[in-house]
């Protein structure tokens, strides 16, 4: 009996290690990840797209700050920050001897060029803004930063912790947009256009344990239909977020593979164009709130994963308001609108919808026949991605469109009257600008619900649903980060089992 016994403790203890083994990371293997986007560059300083801040950031470039999969903000470049009691300087204590994959060396003067370089509104960083608040810069030795501020700003930090603050070479920036050149824990091997961006392990990281994989490849596949199949196929180990969430449910059911549901960033708007008639009335634009039934829209759109939202804001961001019932759905009120802005038969307009985006066009399809029934009657056209680029972002020729913000933090945008839905509010400004400066915690929930409140009662955009992540990869494929807390598709401490 006694030797059976001690027969059971070693098999327990054999087992027990080797559980503990299969949950360990190891180094190798190759990992290809598919998304719908191609970016037009490698260069998230120089546009503001998020299909260049999942291929790039956190892999090849990095900034003073990282965000983690909690949402946390955690040391980057930065070991550590200091915040003075007033809340306007920032010292940054940073890395010794980390090096860009081109050889040179990063230190406190390299991060003072980069900021400097990130407010100058001569460059083309997409968000000079979160930058301009900056007064002065020290760097009193090589490993130390100090940054005063203008006026305190409470989204500093988390604007540091984007791609935007990433931290390029001050020899060979200029060829960023095809030639990305980081610290990041993987370096850029190539970009074969219109197909993929691979990158291989950086063996000079500053964190000598990371990465664990030998080569990333992003692979761009717009079709959501060919995305499963390609990972079927095992033409792909992950997508990064399934286009055809009516997929999610099946794929989830097969052993090969896994499908995480968790949360996201990104909201799901009908954007639309405030200086454009109709939608220059804002009952006109209350009308299209009243009419929209947003948990109707998840189910049909999102087949369900999904959160209905009321403003832009994710309810995985801290200072979430729930706005939902502000507007909750009621096509009589949206009639009566209507005929009080003038528009008792309604009206004809159009909606562009970006094609490399399903998700927008099925919504699109859907908002089409719910505004219909308060007889706003709308006409879809298709637009290909550069094309929504450059007519509807940057030239601002739409009426309605359809889009994923992703950006944490981005409701700032609604303070910029000549971003491409044009909203300009006074009103917006002076409680944003409050929302920055708060002193406390409480004033931020006070100031950043207030933002929200602001932008719901103008109806704005069409505020339609934050969208879970859903990541789906092979069932071996392990550290893949469940939610979303950041644009980046951080491959750092992904893994092969």
Known sequence: MKKSLFVIFLLAVFLTAGNVLADTPKKGGSLVVCQAAEPQGLDPTGNTAAAIDRVVFANIYEGLIKVNSNGEFIPGLAITWIVSGDGLTYTFHLRQGVKFHNGQMFNAEVAKWNLERAMNEKTVNPHPEYFRVIAKMETPDEGTLIITLKDVDALFIAHMAEGDAVMLPMVGYKGAKSNPVGTGPFRFLKWVRGDRVEMARFDGYWNPELPYLDKVTFKFIGDASAQLAALKAGDIDVIGGI???????????????????????????MSTNNKAAPFDNKKVRQAMAYAIDRQAVVDLVMFGYGTPIGSHWSPSTPYYVDLTQKFAYNPEKAKALLAEAGYPNGFDATIKLPAIYSYSKRAGEVIADMLGHVNIRLTIEIVEWGQ??????????????????????????????????????????????????????????????????????????????????????KAEVMGWWKNYPTIAMDCTQVWLQ
């Not at 995480?260 to 708007?269: F, K, L, N």
């Open 388 to 473: 929504w680029i450059e007519r509807i972002f940057k030239k601002k020729e739409f009426q309605l469109t359809m889009i994923g913000h992703v950006e944490a933090w981005d409701i700032g945008i609604y303070a910029n009257p000549n971003y491409y839905f044009q909203y300009d509010s006074q009103e917006f400004r002076d409680a944003y600008a409050k929302a920055l400066k708060a002193p406390s915690e409480a004033e931020k929930a006070k100031w950043f619900g207030k933002c929200q409140e602001i932008i719901a009662e103008d109806a704005v955009n069409g505020f339609l649903f934050s969208a879970s992540g859903l990541p789906a990869m």
């Open 243 to 269: 286009a055809a969430p009516e997929s999610a449910m099946s794929l989830s059911k097969d052993k090969r593979f896994k499908v995480y549901a968790g949360t996201s960033t990104g909201e799901v708007i």
